[in-house]
């Protein structure tokens, strides 16, 4: 099973992206993870030019339609030659085929697909109170990630504290991509539900996301090798 430290390059345009990501000239090339707002702001462009430059690339745009709407989109993805690409397993079981399918290219070859369970910003108490969710967060985390697998998907995001249970639910082969990760001796910024590389890897996450103690540390290429080293135990 690959393991990996995806960088999150939370940033606002190209230039700081291709800033940044200069600094690691001549290095390993981190595997990043492309958001909203960045493919937003530049377009598939910033997607060709990271995979020009050798960088594994997941790219984090929680598809969430109607399946036939996900389907056609997940097929202009599958042209941009990405590792990774996501949907909100909320979708339901019907469209998370139908990204899967969409993402296939005619070779049989597609990036892996994940799904988002339950956002970590949203608590137990909304989740009841304004989706109406009855069933408890944990419960509810491990049925979407069963809807996923059974949809024929490659894994789910969530946080690293509910790694173990996706696991022992959906099988060790079934991919755990996990945000929330801070160094023991740093800040937690806006995070709640947070836990160190080392620990990540002891619970059985696949790939951690890493934004901020990466992005904004002072020296982000020794802190990026640290959490390599943490992680892959290297
Ligand atoms: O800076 P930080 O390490 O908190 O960044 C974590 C990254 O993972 C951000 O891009 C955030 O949007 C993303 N993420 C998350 N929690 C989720 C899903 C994605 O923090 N459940």
């Known amino acids: 099973m690959p393991k990996d430290v995806i960088i999150a390059c939370d940033f606002a345009s190209r230039q700081q992206t291709l800033e940044f990501l200069d600094s690691f000239e001549g290095r390993r090339k981190p595997f ?8 937003y702001a530049e377009g598939p462009d910033i997607v060709r030019e990271l995979r020009r430059r050798g960088h ?21 993805l599958s042209g941009l030659d990405v590792q990774m690409c996501n949907v909100h397993a909320a979708g339901t079981v019907e469209m998370m085929r139908a990204a899967l399918e969409g993402l296939t ?6 990036p892996l697909l994940i799904a988002v369970t339950q956002l970590t910003s949203t608590s137990e108490e909304r989740m009841q109170k304004e989706l109406l969710i009855g069933a408890g967060m944990g419960e509810t985390i491990v049925k979407y990630a069963q ?6 998907l490659d894994g789910v995001v969530c946080s690293p504290l509910e790694a173990a249970m ?3 639910a959906c099988g060790a082969d079934f991919l755990t991509v996990t945000p ?31 934004g901020r103690p990466v992005t904004a540390a002072p020296d ?15």
């Open 166 to 168: 996706v696991k022992d």
């Open 220 to 234: 982000p290429v020794a802190a990026y090798e640290r959490c390599l080293k943490e992680f892959l135990n290297q």
């Open 32 to 39: 990043v993870k492309i958001g909203m707002e960045l493919f």
């Open 105 to 110: 290219r005619e070779d049989g070859s597609r």
């Open 56 to 76: 594994p690339v997941f790219l984090d745009l929680k598809l969430h339609d109607i399946p036939n709407t996900v389907k056609k989109a997940m097929r202009v």
């Open 180 to 210: 929330g990760i801070r160094f023991a001796d740093a800040a937690k910024d806006d995070q709640v539900r947070i836990t160190t590389p080392a620990r990540a890897r002891e619970i059985g996450s696949d790939y951690i996301v890493v």
């Open 147 to 152: 809807n996923a697998r059974e949809a024929g």
